[in-house]
């Protein structure tokens, strides 16, 4: 991976990134498909503990089975939007990691 660095000119100037010794594979680095496989179902899993919590959360307010299947839908779309743009890298929007995006976790409810 290049980065780009400034020189003391405003010109740009190209600096290698190294990889540190604890990292298994680096940024440009493409793994396994089965550990890609792997660490996708992990991403389904953890994204996942946010629909669920979004189901709990209707339910203790008396919602009906029509309307957590509601939300759960419009979670599933959120999170999934809230993804694909947190893996962009190009443009403003975006880091170009793919970060688990949800709709709320249990670790957020004692912010409200």
């Given amino acids: 991976?290049?980065?780009?660095?400034?020189r003391p000119d405003?010109?740009?100037a190209s600096v290698k990134s190294v990889?540190?010794?604890n990292l298994t594979y680096g940024v440009d680095e493409l793994p396994p498909l089965f550990d890609t496989?792997?660490?996708a179902f992990q991403h389904v899993l953890v994204m996942s503990v946010g629909w669920i919590f979004v189901v709990v959360l209707v339910t203790s307010v008396s919602g009906t089975p029509q309307q957590s299947e509601s939300v759960i839908r419009m979670s599933m779309i959120a999170s999934g939007l809230a993804t694909i743009l947190q893996g962009r890298?190009?443009?403003p929007v975006g880091s170009g990691y793919l970060c688990p995006s949800s709709c709320g976790h249990p670790t957020s409810l004692p912010r409200f």
């Fill in 89 to 91: 890298n190009k443009g």
């Fill in 10 to 12: 405003g010109r740009a």
């Fill in 37 to 39: 496989l792997v660490l």
């Fill in 1 to 6: 991976m290049w980065l780009a660095a400034k």
């Fill in 19 to 21: 990889k540190p010794a």
